[in-house]
């Protein structure tokens, strides 16, 4: 969810548009004129503004030139009714991106530009907290660990494509993360995206971006994820599950180092350092021909497999206390602790889906415990599930019920919210509701 003001001086359109955004979530407000936007832009801070071009008073580009003078980060999308070639020149050197035409009668459109102005305010905003910390934390000293940690440092000084292998949780992001941040990219914005959550047709868009028109539903221009990410590092999440031809698409990409919009022929630099990431084995699905030879070849510059946490049980009990803390402060409760009555329990568990179920099961532990620690009792009441009132029957917990605790925590925090669920999951939507379905969740 977003905050974003609407600046319009025509009421029936002001109330619209406020109602379009509101209906994707996002926190409203309006401004009947360029004057009245600037004095509530003044009084509180905003993700993004939708600004009419002509408004009495104080237009929509003297609005412009003050917003990118006060608060150059804001994202601004423009509503054009009457302005020509020369405003938008203007527009798009003071930082406009975003374009709609009046009158606006898609809200889909309406809120997909919005969406995206919003998606680049995040990124930055992502990117300035990081500059200046510590790469991520990946091991706390475990053996196991040491080239991979190694590895990383020696690589992230260049900017040599990397594909960090293992299974899923076993923290690749924050290994792609601390790449970026002991890199000389380190000030440009890291961008993820997930091959596995969006369909090819959306993937392509999300990556490359779009011209207007070029397919049904198109009615501006947009740009992908790989423009905005321009000067950073791009990390492929789950690259393993590329269909044919977005294989052969970002093959081509990672030649050619361009690429286009859908529907358009002006050729974009790729100005990107690659980090991809797979929990597949790339070797088989290469034999069996799932997988392009020439394309793993362009991705595996530099591999690095990272173990699995029962590999590296060093490491355990000091992220169970840091996803504690996190889970504590996540839930607006005072910083919690373990019991040393835990770290055995801790240190034998199989832990299959890794760090992701290790977290999972110190914010259950989080949410059952009274008081600021957690014990031996409670921990083992958190790993066998909360459905009932006693730890569940002896025997570990399948992939499939790990996953569905998951998506009930996640929900329940959100109220049942599916894109929000699905963000705090880095996942798809769709892809969060078919994985509802196929677990019978309700």
């Known amino acids: 969810m977003a905050s974003i003001l609407v600046v319009e001086d025509e009421e029936g359109v002001r109330e619209f548009l406020v109602e379009c955004l509101q209906d994707d979530e996002h926190d409203v407000e309006s401004a009947v004129d360029g004057q009245d936007g600037l004095d509530k832009l003044r009084r509180r801070a905003f993700d993004v503004v939708l600004t009419d071009l002509r408004m009495p008073r104080v237009d929509g580009m003297e609005l412009l030139r003050t917003v990118r003078a006060e608060q150059p980060e804001l994202e601004v999308v423009m509503l054009t009714a009457h302005g020509g070639v020369e405003s938008a020149v203007e527009a798009t050197k003071l930082g406009v991106l975003e374009y709609l035409e009046k009158p606006v009668d898609s809200p889909a459109a309406l809120r997909l530009v ?140 990672l030649q050619e180092r361009t690429y286009e919009r859908v529907g358009g022929i002006q050729s974009l630099a790729a100005d990107v350092r690659w980090v991809a990431a797979t929990n597949r084995d790339l070797h088989a699905m290469v034999a069996d021909g799932s997988f392009r030879e020439d394309l793993y070849h362009r991705l595996s510059v530099f591999p690095i497999q990272l173990p699995a946490l029962r590999q590296r049980p060093e490491d355990i009990v000091p992220l169970a206390e840091g996803l504690l803390r996190r889970a504590a402060r996540g839930l607006g409760r005072p910083p919690m602790v373990l019991h040393a009555s835990t770290h055995a329990a801790l240190r034998g568990a199989p832990w299959r889906g890794n760090v992701r179920e290790l977290a999972n099961t110190l914010e259950r532990a989080a949410i059952l415990a009274d008081g600021d620690t957690v014990d031996a009792e409670l921990l083992e009441l958190a790993m066998g599930g909360v459905s009932s009132a006693k730890p569940a029957a002896s025997g570990p917990r399948t992939l499939a019920e790990i996953e569905a605790e998951a998506i009930r925590v996640a929900l329940a925090r959100h109220g049942g919210n599916r894109r929000l669920a699905a963000e705090e999951l880095a996942i798809g939507e769709r892809t969060l509701y078919d994985k509802i379905k196929r677990l019978g969740l309700r």
């Open 114 to 253: 919005v969406r995206r102005a919003a998606e680049r305010r995040t990124l930055r905003t992502r990117a300035e907290a990081n500059r200046g910390d510590p790469p991520p934390s990946l091991s706390h000293g475990a053996p196991a660990m040491k080239p991979v940690v190694h590895a990383l440092d020696k690589v992230a000084r260049t900017d040599a494509t990397v594909l960090l292998l293992g299974e899923s949780g076993t923290g690749k992001e924050v290994a792609a993360r601390r790449l970026h941040a002991a890199s000389a990219r380190v000030e440009g914005p890291f961008c993820a995206i997930n091959c596995a959550a969006l369909s090819e047709s959306l993937l392509e868009s999300e990556l490359f971006g779009h011209e207007k028109g070029a397919f049904t539903g198109a009615a501006s221009r947009r740009r992908g994820r790989l423009e905005l990410a321009a000067g950073g590092t791009f990390f492929l999440d789950e690259v393993g599950e590329l269909a044919p031809s977005m294989q052969a698409k970002l093959l081509r990409v």
